[in-house]
């Protein structure tokens, strides 16, 4: 279901133009003034070509903090040679539209030269969290995430910074950057933001093809049917996680990178769920066509 952002138009504060910053320096400028005055900072990280799933995080930004920042930062270091980079939708001017019709304050859009510098040579790697799922699918998109976040964190000097749990590895190593760094600053996670059809928003959903969407779905659907079964206690993670994989694959999707229970903390692995269990994800990750779609659910 597409949920309506938590305050949506409501948190609409003010009816003032986005500060656009493109330089770190007119960023530190503008949150200084804030700063001056008092005020409560947020900051939304994304890629740009946004949708209702980023719009509901800037909600959340501004219900809880008097600014909100949201940057927008197609991150090249954390695509892959090969990677979708180059073709990564890139939609500026109906982004600033809908940042300006929810009420963001600044908007943060620096050019690769600006974070990355000749002469840049700082990686910020995770150990732990990073060694599964995403971590082994895609060498190096964690450090990539995690070297750009700790800048945008530094730069922006926020108070809470708000990542959805649609990328909830991401999330779980964020979290852990900023704390092993003595960041000050809150990780806030949000609710994965879904279509009616269960798909959860992505901004990759435009590379699906028509008959591509229309089955999309049953990544989410598979795992709904897995997490059944699992939270049922007929105890099997390992028969329901393959099953749903020959589901996918018997559906056209292929290869599938992994479908798997883990911890929701830690990411250990989880083999069996007994009424003792801690919190616990099905975690899947699946191409369909040319498109990568990942998905999470609680156990
Ligand atoms: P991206 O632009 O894909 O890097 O995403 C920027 C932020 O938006 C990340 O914190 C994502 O987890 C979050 N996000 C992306 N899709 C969704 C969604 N469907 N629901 C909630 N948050 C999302």
Same mark, same amino acid.
């Given at each position: 279901m597409i949920k309506t952002p938590a305050s949506g138009a409501a948190s609409r504060s003010h009816d003032a133009e986005p500060v656009v910053a493109r330089t770190v320096t007119e960023l530190r400028t503008t949150v200084a003034g804030w700063r001056r005055e008092g005020l409560t900072v947020g900051l939304v990280p994304t890629m740009g070509a946004l949708h209702a799933g980023h719009l509901s995080l800037v909600a959340e930004s501004l219900a809880t903090c008097d600014r909100t920042i949201v940057s927008i930062f197609v991150n090249p270091k954390q695509f892959a040679p090969g990677e979708d980079l180059d073709s990564y939708p890139r939609t500026w001017d109906s982004d600033l539209a809908a940042l300006r019709e929810a009420g963001a304050h600044a908007v943060f859009a620096p050019l690769p030269a600006e974070m /990355? =510098? @000749? &002469?840049h040579a700082t990686t910020v790697s995770v150990s732990g969290l990073t060694d599964c799922l995403d971590g082994i699918a895609r060498p190096g998109f964690f450090d990539g995430v995690a070297t750009v976040v700790a800048k945008l964190f530094l730069q922006a000097g926020a108070d809470r910074a708000f990542f959805g749990e649609k990328d909830y590895q991401q999330l779980l190593v964020v979290r852990r950057m900023a704390a092993d760094l003595d960041i000050p600053i809150a990780v806030i996670g949000c609710p994965t933001v879904r279509e009616a059809d269960g798909l959860a928003l992505s901004s990759?959903? @435009? /590379?699906?093809s028509a008959p591509e969407r229309a089955k999309a779905p049953r990544l989410h659907a598979e795992m709904q049917t897995a997490a059944r079964r699992i939270r049922s206690g007929d105890g099997d993670v390992s028969a329901a996680c393959a099953d749903a994989v020959a589901a996918l694959q018997a559906d &056209?999707? &292929? =290869?599938?990178?992994y479908i798997e229970l883990r911890d @929701?903390?830690?990411l250990a692995e989880v083999t069996a769920m007994g009424a003792e269990a801690r919190p616990a994800r099905l975690f899947a990750a699946a191409r369909l066509g040319e498109t990568r779609l990942i998905d999470n659910i609680p156990v």
């Amino acid at each position: 279901m597409i949920k309506t952002p938590a305050s949506g138009a409501a948190s609409r504060s003010h009816d003032a133009e986005p500060v656009v910053a493109r330089t770190v320096t007119e960023l530190r400028t503008t949150v200084a003034g804030w700063r001056r005055e008092g005020l409560t900072v947020g900051l939304v990280p994304t890629m740009g070509a946004l949708h209702a799933g980023h719009l509901s995080l800037v909600a959340e930004s501004l219900a809880t903090c008097d600014r909100t920042i949201v940057s927008i930062f197609v991150n090249p270091k954390q695509f892959a040679p090969g990677e979708d980079l180059d073709s990564y939708p890139r939609t500026w001017d109906s982004d600033l539209a809908a940042l300006r019709e929810a009420g963001a304050h600044a908007v943060f859009a620096p050019l690769p030269a600006e974070m /990355y =510098p @000749a &002469g840049h040579a700082t990686t910020v790697s995770v150990s732990g969290l990073t060694d599964c799922l995403d971590g082994i699918a895609r060498p190096g998109f964690f450090d990539g995430v995690a070297t750009v976040v700790a800048k945008l964190f530094l730069q922006a000097g926020a108070d809470r910074a708000f990542f959805g749990e649609k990328d909830y590895q991401q999330l779980l190593v964020v979290r852990r950057m900023a704390a092993d760094l003595d960041i000050p600053i809150a990780v806030i996670g949000c609710p994965t933001v879904r279509e009616a059809d269960g798909l959860a928003l992505s901004s990759r959903n @435009a /590379y699906l093809s028509a008959p591509e969407r229309a089955k999309a779905p049953r990544l989410h659907a598979e795992m709904q049917t897995a997490a059944r079964r699992i939270r049922s206690g007929d105890g099997d993670v390992s028969a329901a996680c393959a099953d749903a994989v020959a589901a996918l694959q018997a559906d &056209g999707f &292929g =290869p599938i990178d992994y479908i798997e229970l883990r911890d @929701a903390e830690t990411l250990a692995e989880v083999t069996a769920m007994g009424a003792e269990a801690r919190p616990a994800r099905l975690f899947a990750a699946a191409r369909l066509g040319e498109t990568r779609l990942i998905d999470n659910i609680p156990v």
